[in-house]
């Protein structure tokens, strides 16, 4: 107990010691004052006298006449005060020039404070919220960031606008704030539709990313940048140079083709974003849940993807240039049987005796190759307060990995903007981009009338082709065709030659008048301009020794022939829209309502001629032969296609309320009528409601250290699909069906295909709960969300039977209904460990559950053709996932006749009884039918991604993850074995059932025309590394020293580098339609990019 | 205030503003349909429709994820005449074995493409039927050409129902057009098989009556519209597989009145020449439309001689280098060994023999003087004939290129099969005499002397030798032997694979099945 006095006493003198040193250090002058029951106003005056400071106070005050004692000595005025105003109701307050202000605590003074609040570049701020701290009085800032508001002259300030760190000041007379934008995510900015929001107040589901985060791998299209980056968002890449990559946002919710989300590009909708520079984007956003949705209405039920692309910031021209240079290859190859292999496998199952020739070709080596790959970018940025610009011009040129193929683009933009006068300002964004893709032999696809992103019969004959053959000797050719009825893949390419130019305008002009700080006004009228045309030309070629090594065979083609198709596309809309946004009282208010009014048309033009010269200055029509037809049949599809008009009108509404910063409210509905459904059908509603709670800005949360921010949130919604092409519920008549009557042609007409004439959207209602939160100081931050989508009404194309008439049997239809049910969680850590080192961590990982749960009259649906044998492989049906493989079971290999005889149906009758010892056995029901079986579908369970990075002094380092598990894959190519000439995979070849090699997993040497069956069936899972980066940026101190440049990063980077598949095939990444996904007949190969790139600014 | 007062006025415009955009025209979301008529803006739709229906004759989408749409093309060829002791797969070994392959050995599954092909084609081609019934009955013609076209698709329909019930035995009767997809799962009518009976008694017959009693005499229409008489023809042919005799013999005498005879030489049946002759009762007409060939895709191309290794090179011969086509459907031993010996102006006018000496210099000059090179350099030894061709530069036969769609007619029925129906009837009717006759006339045509057949039985089985050299390779062979009760016998005296009881009939495509839910039941033993 001693010790512990003593402990005390010592404590308080080292308290007191440091009371004496902060007072001195505090710069008063130390009084003396001895008086007894004296009143304030007397206490005042002496220290008037003793110290030189001055009082102000008004008499009237309550308490400034309180009788108080005074006795110390050599005590700094502050300590007086506190002392004798103690239990007065008084406070003072020092100001500059020796003065103190005496004031009553419960009455402050109130002042005029008037102030202008800024960003960074001395630019005003409109809108900014000025408030007391703990009151709910406020303003917001003009046009001119300029603001004025009485406040109690001791009170404090917050200073608040979304995207910006909130500022806490004591006020002055007069304020000038410079803001500055926040890195805290919860701050940011995030873009919605028609209009943003802070992220924070935000009750839907929505991800974004930063252009700069994009720029940083080599892709040609942005959303390819997006793999793994975002919970619930899955990408699938498009292996050919200039393709769109697939996107699916939280499962496949349609059957439709049209699965993809809705493009949003500076209030642009679109389907097709390849002609936008990767360089050009500012922030790219996705909106995943209906909430969020909604306000895009019918077009939004499979996600939306918001762009924008960078404005002029005004100041001193800012020039900036991008540039990276990379090769290309395929990730993984298949490796095929070698002439002897295949020697020996054909012999075995059997067929024509093959003799040696001395080659053994290895049919991809010999028409894959590494391409190139570069892109450039400059952009030139600045302006003065009324006008601020931004140009840019893009370069991308991309060989691809197959011979003739090759992908250039041409981008420009210019994005203005001007201040008309205090209430109004004008703007335009423009872009052009020319894209010339020379493709590689594609396969015309008569399903759909599109063409197959593939490379087309070349890659399929490359996998046919014989390893005897060689492949081409000088400028002739193997003859495949002579030898198996293959065609010579290098031949298939190296006669077609097929060109797509490509040129699309895109801009938007607009107007914002705001008469009133809370009132906005803005009128946008978009266009988007498509002309591409094509042109494919076929080179004329004999079956003989001129072309090929020995003449003979299937493959020629005695006439050249031209195609032309010119299409020209057009879409307008014009958005209108007024935005009310009012702070009242503890309530924050953003009401908007709007009109969209859209109309896109398409015109198509074909033309055709045979014997055109093969100069290719001579590729135009008028060259060819007179007398040949002007257009092919198989056109039909594709001009039908491609020749629509169609309108839409929308209203749309949507509030945002919060009160007290913490209670979150959002309502939306837009009411679409399209011209694309039938006039009963016409109008369809999306509504939707989000609430959000922010937990942490609760008064009980104040004092807890966990979370620096926690929010719950929830939502319903209705969003609708209408992707379906113009025409979709009319008859059409199909022209020029020729019949001759008394030899005189004729041409007749059909209605060949059936149409809906009940056709109407598909709804998808969706609810959601997530959870965002930060903690441990804002190094961790996280979301975690439910969401639960069901597709009622589904379009789908139905495969419909044969007695309905329709050719093709697909009708389109609203016929299921498709849940997809699931839980993401993204997490980020990020520390800065000091001024030279920091690093993150940051993943995120998306369970989907997709299910058919009705379907109307409970017809399945069959797709997925891979040949004449397997007229189908996938069923949609109830229970499963859409798209699922439906296939015959193989229970293993028969190792001898006595397990064939043993094989019976219930009677006894033996049920493979053709079959040898090494076939397959199949499962048969009970009763000795075959059976099909479920074998999974396309669609991941998991898929998630990882990324870790640092930056260490002036280098910079990331590195990014990306899986995807539980998917199956078909393995079309091996399943469409046609003759037993066709070659084998050298696995196939090796692995083979023989006496001495009695696996029960491979058949023996058979020539193929094997049923579908779960041996086409391989997984899915594939993990890779997405992206490597490594840059080195000069430091700021060299920068100054060279004066000429403002920064400058070099970087190298190695896109999917590598990548861990199960699949044996090329490419775990199948892009297709929902229900005949997954089933790899022709891809183009993924690629694997290694470049070196610079981004310099001066 | 001032200011104020302008806010308020801006606001104002505002509104107006936002007004006039949400007012926009009352018809803006009536977007008419671009590029594709309709059977409203169609003045002459009927008509059109009636054409369209016609050129389903000739239409075949060999392609398709199942196996396409096919009513005369390669599938068509397969199910008759590979199906039959006429013709063998052809081609090489392996090359669509999974298809046509399996007719030829009675191997084919419900699985088989080909099978579905036939089925789909059909029901498409039918649909085309009755679409044109249904504009015909609302278009604004006068009543008597409604009736004529009305007569002349409905004998179309009741041809494609008489092969469907063929082919698969009962099928769905359709003769109403969906209402939209989900007809499947509410009208019965299409996923519902028939009887084979109701389908001749309730589909076939009164079509093929109200075409009698609606289509125009030979002569008083255009060659290729249906007539009276074809209808006839039909009708008696449907009545013989039902074995009618009294109605076969009535109508084919009716027919055998209306101006028909047999053309003098056999040779130019199957030629350009030979179209629409005057022994021409149904045939399917080709032509050129647009500028090119518009004939059934691939009849010709795939039963076309085909090349060997090596190919053809025929230096000093104005003709095509390479190959003629795949070489499908070649005539088998079983049809050369079945010609009477004298018989040599059918059996030349039938097959392409390839001269089988390795060392001769070319395998055969066809009738254009066309040389096929030696059996070394040609797949196949024998080629159907009926289905060949020219390709000559000079255009003895029209060819404007296109080998997948040469103008081809396909003549399915022709006045020589009227009078070996009215044999066949008069002898089951034991008019002998009559029977002999009509037999006479044709084997005369052939260079042929006169039967020698007297009992019933003998002259049965000499009119139906007669059939099946007269009209080999004419697609009605294995039908006849169905018909005749003695399938299984001679096809396993071909030594085929042929199981009684369940190949006399296709499988229902599994396909089929599938979409309907399974409501289309199977034949038996598939």
Same mark, same amino acid.
């Given at each position: 107990?001693?010790?512990?006095?003593?402990?005390?006493?010592?404590?308080?003198?080292?308290?007191?010691?440091? !009371?004496?040193?902060?007072?001195?250090?505090?710069?008063?002058?130390? %009084?003396?004052?001895?008086?007894?029951?004296?009143?304030?106003?007397?206490?005042?005056?002496?220290?008037?006298?003793?110290?030189?400071?001055?009082?102000?106070?008004?008499? *009237?005050?309550?308490?400034?006449?309180?009788?108080?004692?005074?006795?110390?000595?050599?005590?700094?005025?502050? $300590?007086?005060?506190?002392?004798?105003?103690?239990?007065?109701?008084?406070?003072?307050?020092?100001?500059?020039?020796?003065?103190?202000?005496?004031?009553?605590?419960?009455?402050?003074?109130?002042?005029?404070?008037?102030?202008?609040?800024?960003?960074?570049?001395?630019?005003?701020?409109?809108?900014?919220?000025?408030?007391?701290?703990?009151?709910?009085?406020?303003?917001?800032?003009?046009?001119?960031?300029?603001?004025?508001?009485?406040?109690?002259?001791?009170?404090?300030?917050?200073?608040?606008?979304?995207?910006?760190?909130?500022?806490?000041?004591?006020?002055?007379?007069?304020?000038?704030?410079?803001?500055?934008?926040?890195?805290?995510?919860?701050? $940011?900015?995030?873009?919605?539709?028609?209009?943003?929001?802070?992220?924070?107040?935000?009750?839907?589901?929505?991800?974004?990313?930063?252009?700069?985060?994009?720029?940083?791998?080599?892709?040609?299209?942005?959303?390819?940048?997006?793999?793994?980056?975002?919970?619930?968002?899955?990408?699938?890449?498009?292996?050919?140079?200039?393709?769109?990559?697939?996107?699916?946002?939280?499962?496949?919710?349609?059957?439709?083709?049209?699965?993809?989300? !809705?493009? %949003?590009?500076?209030?642009?909708?679109?389907?097709?974003?390849?002609?936008?520079?990767?360089?050009?984007?500012?922030?790219?956003?996705?909106?995943?849940?209906?909430?969020?949705?909604?306000?895009?209405?019918?077009?939004?039920?499979?996600?939306?993807?918001?762009?924008?692309?960078?404005?002029?910031?005004?100041?001193?021209?800012?020039?900036?240039?991008?540039?990276?240079?990379?090769?290309?290859?395929?990730?993984?190859?298949?490796?095929?049987?070698?002439?002897?292999?295949?020697?020996?496998?054909?012999?075995?199952?059997?067929?024509?005796?093959?003799?040696?020739?001395?080659?053994?070709?290895?049919?991809?080596?010999?028409?894959?190759?590494?391409?190139?790959?570069?892109?450039?970018?400059?952009?030139?940025?600045?302006?003065?307060?009324?006008?601020?610009?931004?140009?840019?011009?893009?370069?991308?040129?991309?060989?691809?990995?197959?011979?003739?193929?090759?992908?250039?683009?041409?981008?420009?933009?210019?994005?203005?903007?001007?201040?008309?006068?205090?209430?109004?300002?004008?703007?335009?964004?423009?872009?052009?981009?020319?894209? %010339? +893709?020379?493709?590689?032999?594609?396969?015309?696809?008569?399903?759909?009338?599109?063409?197959?992103?593939?490379?087309?019969?070349?890659?399929?004959?490359?996998?046919?082709?014989?390893?005897?053959?060689?492949?081409?000797?000088?400028?002739?050719?193997?003859?495949?065709?002579?030898?198996?009825?293959?065609?010579?893949?290098?031949?298939?390419?190296?006669?077609?030659?097929?060109?797509?130019?490509?040129?699309?305008?895109?801009?938007?002009?607009?107007?914002?008048?705001?008469?009133?700080?809370?009132?906005?006004?803005?009128?946008?009228?978009?266009?988007?301009?498509?002309?591409?045309?094509?042109?494919?030309?076929?080179?004329?070629?004999?079956?003989?020794?001129?072309?090929?090594?020995?003449?003979?065979?299937?493959?020629?083609?005695?006439?050249?022939?031209?195609?032309?198709?010119?299409?020209?596309?057009?879409?307008?809309?014009?958005?209108?829209?007024?935005?009310?946004?009012?702070?009242?009282?503890?309530?924050?208010?953003?009401?908007?309502?709007?009109?969209?009014?859209?109309?896109?048309?398409?015109?198509?033009?074909?033309?055709?001629?045979?014997?055109?010269?093969?100069?290719?200055?001579?590729?135009?029509?008028?060259?060819?032969?007179? $007398?040949?037809?002007?257009?092919?049949?198989?056109?039909? @599809?594709?001009?039908?296609?491609?020749?629509?008009?169609?309108? *839409?009108?929308?209203?749309?509404?949507?509030?945002?309320?919060?009160?007290?910063?913490?209670?979150?409210?959002?309502?939306?509905?837009?009411?679409?009528?399209?011209?694309?459904?039938?006039?009963?059908?016409?109008?369809?509603?999306?509504?939707?409601?989000?609430?959000?709670?922010?937990?942490?800005?609760?008064?009980?949360?104040?004092?807890?250290?966990?979370?620096?921010?926690?929010?719950?949130?929830?939502?319903?919604?209705?969003?609708?699909?209408?992707?379906?092409?113009?025409?979709?519920?009319?008859?059409?008549?199909?022209?020029?069906?020729?019949?001759?009557?008394?030899?005189?042609?004729?041409?007749?007409?059909?209605? +060949?295909?059936?149409?809906?004439?009940?056709?109407?959207?598909?709804?998808?209602?969706?609810?959601?709960?997530? !959870?965002?939160?930060?903690?441990?100081?804002?190094?961790?931050?996280?979301?975690?969300?439910?969401?639960?989508?069901?597709?009622?009404?589904?379009?789908?194309?139905?495969?419909?039977?044969?007695?309905?008439?329709?050719?093709?049997?697909?009708?389109?239809?609203?016929?299921?209904?498709?849940?997809?049910?699931?839980?993401?969680?993204?997490?980020?850590?990020?520390?800065?460990?000091?001024?030279?080192?920091?690093?993150?961590?940051?993943?995120?990982?998306?369970?989907?559950?997709?299910?058919?749960?009705? !379907?109307?009259?409970?017809?399945?649906?069959?797709?997925?053709? %891979?040949?004449?044998?397997?007229?189908?492989?996938?069923?949609?049906?109830?229970?499963?996932?859409?798209?699922?493989?439906?296939?015959?079971?193989?229970?293993?290999?028969?190792?001898?006749?006595?397990?064939?005889?043993?094989?019976?149906?219930?009677?006894?009758?033996?049920?493979?009884?053709?079959?040898?010892?090494?076939?397959?056995?199949?499962?048969?029901?009970?009763?000795?039918?075959?059976?099909?079986?479920?074998?999974?579908?396309?669609?991941?369970?998991?898929?998630?991604?990882?990324?870790?990075?640092?930056?260490?002094?002036?280098?910079?380092?990331?590195?990014?993850?990306?899986?995807?598990?539980?998917?199956?894959?078909?393995?079309?190519?091996?399943?469409?074995?046609?003759?037993?000439?066709?070659?084998?995979?050298?696995?196939?070849?090796?692995?083979?059932?023989?006496?001495?090699?009695?696996?029960?997993?491979? @058949?023996?040497?058979?020539?193929?025309?094997? @049923?579908?069956?779960?041996?086409?069936?391989?997984?899915?899972?594939?993990?890779?590394?997405?992206?490597?980066?490594?840059?080195?940026?000069?430091?700021?101190?060299?920068? $100054?020293?060279?004066?000429?440049?403002?920064?400058? *990063?070099?970087?190298?980077?190695?896109?999917?580098?590598? +990548?861990?598949?199960?699949?044996?095939?090329?490419?775990?990444?199948?892009?297709?339609?929902?229900?005949?996904?997954?089933?790899?007949?022709?891809?183009?190969?993924?690629?694997?990019?290694?470049?070196?790139?610079?981004?310099?600014?001066? | 205030?001032?200011?104020?007062?302008?806010?308020?006025?801006?606001?104002?415009?505002?509104?107006?503003?936002?007004?006039?955009? &949400?007012?926009?025209?009352?018809?803006?979301?009536?977007?008419?349909?671009?590029?594709?008529?309709?059977?409203?803006?169609?003045?002459?739709?009927?008509?059109?429709?009636?054409?369209?229906?016609?050129?389903?004759?000739?239409?075949?989408?060999?392609? #398709?994820?199942?196996? =396409?749409?096919?009513?005369?093309?390669?599938?068509?060829?397969?199910?008759?005449?590979?199906?039959?002791?006429?013709?063998?797969?052809?081609?090489?070994?392996?090359?669509?074995?999974?298809?046509?392959?399996?007719?030829?050995?009675?191997?084919?599954?419900?699985?088989?493409?080909?099978?579905?092909?036939?089925?789909? =084609?059909?029901?498409?081609?039918?649909?085309?039927?009755?679409?044109?019934?249904?504009?015909?009955?609302?278009?604004?013609?006068?009543?008597?050409?409604?009736?004529?076209?009305?007569?002349?698709?409905?004998?179309?329909?009741?041809?494609?129902?008489?092969?469907?019930?063929?082919?698969?035995?009962?099928?769905?009767?359709?003769?109403?057009?969906?209402?939209?997809?989900?007809?499947?799962?509410?009208?019965?009518?299409?996923?519902?098989?028939?009887?084979?009976?109701?389908?001749?008694?309730?589909?076939?017959?009164?079509?093929?009556?109200?075409?009698?009693?609606?289509?125009?005499?030979?002569?008083?229409?255009?060659?290729?519209?249906?007539?009276?008489?074809?209808?006839?023809?039909?009708?008696?042919?449907?009545?013989?597989?039902?074995?009618?005799?009294?109605?076969?013999?009535?109508?084919?005498?009716?027919? &055998?009145?209306? /101006?028909?005879?047999?053309?003098?030489?056999?040779?130019?049946?199957?030629?350009?020449?030979?179209?629409?002759?005057?022994?021409?009762?149904?045939?399917?007409?080709? #032509?050129?439309?647009?500028?090119?060939?518009?004939?059934?895709?691939?009849?010709?191309?795939?039963?076309?001689?085909?090349?060997?290794?090596?190919?053809?090179?025929?230096?000093?011969?104005?003709?095509?280098?390479?190959?003629?086509?795949?070489?499908? =459907?070649?005539?088998?031993?079983?049809?050369?060994?079945?010609?009477?010996?004298?018989?040599?102006?059918?059996?030349?006018?039938?097959?392409?023999?390839?001269?089988?000496?390795?060392?001769?210099?070319? /395998?055969?000059?066809?009738?254009?003087?066309?040389?096929?090179?030696?059996?070394?350099?040609?797949?196949?030894?024998?080629?159907?004939?009926?289905?060949?061709?020219?390709?000559?530069?000079?255009?003895?036969?029209?060819?404007?290129?296109?080998?997948?769609?040469?103008?081809?007619?396909?003549?399915?029925?022709?006045?020589?099969?009227?009078?070996? &129906?009215?044999?066949?009837?008069?002898?089951?009717?034991? &008019?002998?005499?009559?029977?002999?006759?009509?037999?006479?006339?044709?084997?005369?045509?052939?260079?042929?002397?006169?039967?020698?057949?007297?009992?019933?039985?003998?002259?049965?089985?000499?009119?139906?030798?007669?059939?099946?050299?007269?009209?080999?390779?004419?697609?009605?062979?294995?039908?006849?032997?169905?018909?005749?009760?003695?399938?299984?016998?001679?096809?396993?005296?071909? =030594?085929?694979?042929?199981?009684?009881?369940?190949?006399?009939?296709?499988?229902?495509?599994?396909?089929?099945?599938?979409?309907?839910?399974?409501?289309?039941?199977?034949?038996?033993?598939?």
């Amino acid at each position: 107990m001693k010790i512990s006095s003593y402990m005390k006493g010592n404590f308080l003198l080292v308290f007191v010691t440091l !009371l004496w040193l902060s007072a001195n250090a505090s710069g008063q002058p130390l %009084v003396s004052i001895h008086m007894k029951n004296a009143e304030i106003t007397q206490v005042l005056s002496t220290i008037e006298k003793e110290s030189g400071y001055h009082f102000l106070f008004n008499s *009237r005050l309550n308490g400034i006449h309180k009788v108080v004692d005074v006795d110390v000595d050599n005590a700094d005025i502050s $300590q007086v005060l506190n002392n004798i105003f103690s239990g007065t109701g008084l406070q003072f307050k020092m100001l500059e020039n020796k003065l103190i202000v005496v004031s009553s605590t419960e009455v402050a003074q109130d002042i005029q404070v008037t102030g202008k609040i800024t960003n960074e570049n001395n630019e005003p701020l409109s809108g900014v919220s000025v408030t007391l701290k703990g009151k709910t009085n406020g303003t917001t800032t003009d046009q001119n960031g300029n603001f004025s508001i009485t406040t109690p002259e001791n009170a404090t300030l917050v200073i608040s606008y979304v995207g910006y760190t909130t500022q806490e000041l004591a006020v002055t007379a007069t304020m000038n704030v410079k803001l500055t934008q926040s890195a805290k995510i919860m701050d $940011q900015v995030v873009v919605v539709g028609y209009g943003t929001q802070r992220k924070l107040d935000i009750t839907g589901a929505t991800a974004s990313v930063k252009g700069a985060e994009l720029v940083k791998q080599p892709v040609t299209t942005a959303t390819q940048a997006l793999q793994g980056k975002m919970a619930g968002v899955q990408i699938i890449t498009a292996g050919q140079p200039g393709a769109l990559p697939v996107v699916r946002i939280r499962g496949v919710g349609t059957m439709l083709s049209g699965a993809d989300p !809705l493009y %949003v590009v500076d209030g642009i909708l679109t389907n097709d974003i390849t002609n936008i520079n990767t360089s050009d984007i500012v922030d790219l956003t996705v909106l995943k849940d209906a909430s969020s949705e909604a306000i895009y209405g019918v077009r939004a039920a499979n996600g939306v993807i918001i762009i924008t692309t960078k404005q002029g910031v005004s100041g001193k021209i800012k020039v900036n240039y991008f540039g990276n240079f990379g090769v290309r290859s395929a990730t993984n190859l298949v490796k095929m049987a070698n002439s002897q292999q295949y020697i020996d496998y054909v012999q075995a199952s059997l067929g024509p005796t093959v003799a040696p020739t001395g080659y053994s070709t290895d049919w991809f080596s010999s028409f894959l190759r590494n391409g190139f790959e570069q892109t450039h970018n400059i952009s030139l940025s600045g302006g003065s307060e009324n006008n601020k610009f931004l140009f840019s011009a893009g370069y991308v040129n991309d060989q691809g990995i197959v011979i003739d193929n090759s992908y250039k683009r041409w981008t420009f933009r210019l994005n203005d903007e001007y201040k008309i006068n205090s209430i109004a300002k004008f703007g335009f964004n423009a872009s052009y981009a020319n894209a %010339v +893709t020379q493709s590689v032999n594609q396969a015309y696809n008569s399903t759909n009338g599109t063409q197959n992103q593939g490379v087309g019969s070349s890659f399929s004959d490359a996998y046919r082709a014989s390893p005897t053959i060689p492949s081409k000797i000088g400028n002739r050719y193997g003859n495949t065709s002579v030898f198996q009825n293959v065609g010579n893949p290098i031949l298939d390419i190296e006669n077609n030659n097929n060109r797509n130019n490509d040129n699309r305008i895109q801009g938007t002009g607009y107007v914002e008048i705001k008469p009133l700080s809370w009132l906005t006004f803005r009128s946008a009228l978009s266009g988007d301009l498509d002309v591409p045309d094509n042109r494919t030309y076929n080179y004329a070629f004999a079956a003989d020794t001129t072309t090929f090594l020995t003449g003979g065979g299937n493959q020629s083609n005695s006439k050249s022939n031209l195609t032309i198709g010119n299409l020209k596309k057009f879409h307008w809309l014009w958005d209108n829209t007024l935005t009310f946004n009012k702070r009242i009282g503890k309530s924050n208010l953003t009401v908007l309502a709007g009109v969209v009014t859209e109309e896109a048309n398409s015109n198509y033009n074909t033309s055709y001629r045979q014997s055109v010269p093969a100069n290719p200055n001579l590729w135009y029509i008028p060259e060819g032969d007179p $007398q040949t037809q002007q257009t092919g049949p198989q056109d039909q @599809p594709t001009i039908a296609a491609n020749i629509y008009n169609w309108t *839409r009108l929308s209203y749309i509404g949507r509030v945002n309320y919060s009160y007290n910063d913490r209670y979150l409210l959002t309502a939306t509905i837009r009411a679409d009528g399209s011209s694309l459904f039938p006039p009963q059908n016409r109008w369809a509603y999306s509504p939707s409601i989000g609430v959000g709670w922010i937990v942490t800005k609760e008064d009980f949360m104040q004092n807890q250290k966990l979370f620096d921010m926690l929010k719950i949130k929830g939502s319903w919604g209705k969003v609708g699909n209408d992707n379906v092409p113009a025409g979709s519920f009319t008859n059409t008549l199909t022209p020029n069906l020729p019949y001759f009557f008394g030899g005189t042609a004729s041409g007749g007409v059909a209605i +060949t295909q059936l149409k809906d004439q009940n056709l109407t959207w598909e709804q998808v209602e969706e609810t959601d709960i997530g !959870l965002e939160f930060s903690t441990l100081k804002q190094k961790l931050t996280g979301e975690i969300n439910y969401y639960n989508k069901l597709n009622n009404n589904a379009l789908i194309n139905v495969v419909v039977p044969s007695t309905l008439g329709s050719q093709p049997s697909y009708v389109l239809t609203n016929a299921a209904s498709i849940q997809n049910q699931g839980v993401e969680v993204s997490l980020r850590w990020s520390e800065p460990i000091n001024s030279s080192f920091s690093y993150y961590v940051s993943g995120n990982i998306t369970y989907n559950n997709n299910n058919v749960v009705g !379907l109307n009259g409970g017809q399945p649906y069959i797709d997925g053709p %891979v040949g004449a044998n397997q007229p189908y492989v996938t069923k949609t049906d109830n229970g499963h996932p859409v798209g699922s493989f439906y296939v015959q079971k193989v229970l293993g290999v028969f190792q001898n006749q006595a397990e064939i005889n043993a094989y019976t149906d219930k009677n006894g009758k033996i049920l493979q009884s053709d079959a040898q010892p090494g076939d397959f056995k199949y499962e048969y029901t009970p009763d000795g039918k075959l059976d099909s079986v479920f074998a999974g579908s396309y669609q991941p369970k998991f898929y998630f991604g990882l990324s870790l990075g640092f930056t260490y002094k002036a280098f910079d380092f990331s590195i990014d993850f990306y899986g995807n598990v539980g998917n199956k894959i078909y393995n079309g190519k091996k399943a469409l074995r046609q003759t037993a000439l066709d070659n084998i995979e050298a696995s196939t070849a090796t692995d083979r059932w023989t006496q001495k090699n009695p696996t029960n997993s491979e @058949p023996r040497a058979n020539s193929g025309n094997l @049923p579908a069956s779960t041996y086409f069936v391989e997984s899915g899972d594939f993990y890779r590394i997405n992206n490597i980066n490594l840059g080195y940026t000069l430091p700021p101190s060299v920068i $100054q020293k060279l004066k000429v440049i403002s920064s400058l *990063r070099v970087f190298f980077t190695a896109q999917n580098p590598v +990548t861990i598949q199960k699949y044996s095939g090329f490419s775990s990444e199948l892009p297709g339609s929902p229900t005949s996904s997954g089933i790899e007949l022709n891809p183009y190969p993924t690629t694997k990019t290694f470049a070196v790139g610079i981004n310099l600014g001066l | 205030m001032d200011k104020m007062n302008s806010h308020m006025k801006i606001s104002k415009y505002l509104l107006i503003l936002l007004t006039l955009s &949400m007012g926009c025209s009352k018809n803006f979301l009536d977007a008419p349909l671009q590029g594709q008529s309709t059977p409203q803006n169609d003045p002459n739709v009927a008509t059109n429709l009636v054409t369209g229906a016609y050129s389903s004759l000739i239409y075949t989408d060999a392609g #398709g994820p199942f196996g =396409g749409f096919d009513t005369h093309g390669f599938a068509f060829i397969s199910a008759t005449n590979i199906m039959s002791d006429d013709a063998d797969k052809g081609s090489f070994a392996g090359d669509q074995q999974s298809t046509a392959g399996q007719f030829d050995d009675f191997s084919y599954t419900s699985g088989n493409s080909f099978v579905n092909s036939v089925w789909s =084609g059909h029901y498409a081609a039918i649909s085309r039927v009755n679409n044109s019934i249904n504009a015909i009955a609302v278009a604004p013609i006068d009543s008597a050409t409604a009736r004529r076209l009305r007569g002349e698709v409905l004998f179309i329909r009741a041809y494609y129902y008489f092969n469907l019930v063929r082919f698969f035995g009962g099928v769905p009767i359709v003769t109403v057009i969906p209402d939209g997809p989900q007809a499947a799962n509410t009208n019965p009518a299409f996923v519902t098989r028939a009887s084979a009976q109701d389908v001749y008694n309730t589909e076939i017959i009164p079509d093929l009556q109200y075409s009698i009693a609606n289509c125009p005499l030979r002569g008083n229409t255009p060659a290729g519209r249906i007539t009276k008489g074809a209808a006839q023809t039909l009708l008696a042919k449907v009545y013989m597989y039902l074995q009618n005799w009294q109605a076969v013999k009535d109508l084919t005498d009716s027919v &055998m009145t209306e /101006g028909y005879a047999l053309a003098p030489d056999y040779r130019t049946l199957w030629r350009t020449v030979g179209d629409n002759n005057i022994e021409s009762i149904f045939e399917i007409e080709t #032509g050129s439309y647009g500028n090119t060939d518009a004939g059934i895709p691939l009849y010709s191309e795939c039963q076309g001689p085909r090349a060997f290794a090596g190919g053809w090179n025929n230096p000093g011969f104005n003709y095509p280098t390479g190959d003629l086509g795949w070489g499908f =459907g070649t005539p088998s031993q079983t049809l050369i060994n079945s010609y009477e010996p004298n018989d040599t102006i059918r059996k030349n006018a039938t097959i392409i023999a390839l001269n089988p000496d390795p060392n001769a210099p070319y /395998g055969a000059i066809l009738w254009d003087g066309f040389v096929i090179p030696s059996q070394s350099k040609v797949q196949n030894s024998t080629y159907n004939y009926k289905a060949y061709h020219s390709e000559r530069n000079d255009n003895i036969e029209p060819y404007f290129g296109n080998r997948d769609r040469k103008e081809k007619n396909v003549h399915l029925l022709r006045f020589a099969e009227v009078l070996l &129906m009215n044999a066949e009837a008069a002898n089951e009717l034991n &008019m002998t005499g009559t029977a002999q006759a009509d037999l006479n006339l044709v084997r005369s045509r052939a260079g042929l002397p006169n039967t020698v057949a007297g009992d019933q039985t003998s002259l049965r089985n000499a009119i139906w030798q007669e059939r099946h050299v007269e009209l080999a390779l004419e697609h009605d062979r294995f039908f006849d032997l169905v018909r005749q009760g003695r399938a299984a016998q001679v096809m396993i005296a071909a =030594g085929k694979n042929f199981t009684p009881g369940k190949n006399e009939i296709l499988p229902i495509p599994g396909v089929q099945i599938a979409l309907s839910g399974g409501k289309l039941t199977q034949n038996p033993g598939y």
